[in-house]
């Protein structure tokens, strides 16, 4: 939630500056953490480098394994270089012909931009074949790396949404413990953010990004943040909007679940 377009001067990493090779380098997201990704370049030459310091611990690696095993499949970014220094790792991408849902144009046609990503979460569920993705974002990781935060002291109820921060950590971790039982597993995106979903021109889907928790797990891990995210990006009543183009109806229950679930680790 805190991710956004950067405002103001971003200094541009050292590896990013040689990758360009003198064309222009503009920043156009940040993750908050003090990751950064920048579009380099214009026309025929244009590519987008995502850079990520070591501090955030963040690993592209695992993006990059995710969006190589998945661009055989759907529409993602392809990989053209990475690399990594003792300040931070990036890769380098080709760009996909679309914009972000939220961009100025789209957040203008909320009933198209939420329709295309329900309709786009739906085609990536049936499109990626389960049996044969080797990674996972089930429950059980999840809870052991909430757990492990937990321990670390990182989990602060005054930084959660304002339905869970009536919560104390330990009700939260009870809350966790007995998770509802699968509905279909798919292999999820991860981050179903409206930001992740890119429009090509015609409102259609065009390509998925920012694929680095890609893995098995529930529908429903997808689908809560899908839904939460309208509200984000969009304003209330559009959760249902969402649902119906994606073509299901709506669960409370696995709802509530994985948005709690998020709030204390994604």
């Known amino acids: 939630?805190?991710?956004?377009?950067?405002?103001g001067d971003v200094p541009i990493p050292q590896p990013v500056r040689k990758l360009a090779a003198g064309r222009p380098i503009r920043a156009v997201w940040s993750n908050g953490v003090g990751g950064f990704t920048f579009e380099v370049g214009s026309g025929d030459d244009r590519c987008f480098v995502k850079w990520s310091p070591h501090a955030c611990d963040i690993d592209l690696s695992a993006e990059i394994e995710r969006l190589r095993w998945a661009g055989a499949f759907v529409s993602v970014p392809r990989v053209l270089a990475h690399g990594a220094d003792e300040v931070g790792s990036w890769f380098a991408s080709a760009p996909?012909?679309?914009?972000?849902?939220?961009?100025?144009?789209?957040?203008?046609?909320?009933?198209?931009?939420?329709?295309?990503?329900?309709?786009g979460l739906r085609s990536l569920h049936d499109a990626l074949p389960v049996d044969?993705?080797?990674?996972?974002?089930?429950?059980?990781?999840r809870l052991t790396a909430v757990g492990a935060r937990a321990e670390a002291g990182d989990l602060d109820p005054s930084r959660w949404d304002g339905r869970h921060r009536e919560l104390t950590v330990e009700a939260a971790l009870r809350a966790l413990a007995e998770p509802?039982?699968?509905?279909?597993?798919?292999v999820c995106h991860g981050d179903a953010c409206?930001?992740?979903?890119?429009?090509?021109?015609?409102?259609?889907?065009?390509g998925h990004v920012d694929l680095g928790s890609l893995g098995v797990a529930d529908r429903w891990a997808d689908l809560a943040i899908a839904t939460w995210?309208?509200?984000?990006?969009?304003?209330?009543?559009?959760?249902?909007?969402?649902l119906?183009?994606?073509?299901?109806?709506?669960?409370?229950?696995?709802?509530?679940?994985?948005?709690?679930?998020?709030?204390?680790?994604?």
């Open 96 to 119: 996909i012909a679309g914009e972000s849902a939220i961009s100025r144009r789209w957040k203008a046609d909320p009933r198209r931009a939420v329709a295309a990503i329900g309709e």
């Open 180 to 186: 509802p039982p699968i509905d279909r597993p798919v």
């Open 244 to 266: 119906d183009a994606y073509a299901i109806a709506p669960d409370p229950a696995r709802t509530s679940y994985y948005r709690l679930l998020w709030e204390l680790g994604p």
């Open 194 to 206: 409206s930001p992740n979903t890119l429009l090509a021109a015609n409102g259609h889907l065009a």
């Open 229 to 242: 995210a309208t509200e984000w990006n969009y304003g209330p009543g559009w959760e249902d909007h969402l």
């Open 1 to 7: 939630m805190d991710s956004s377009v950067p405002t």
């Open 132 to 141: 044969r993705c080797p990674f996972s974002w089930s429950v059980e990781e």
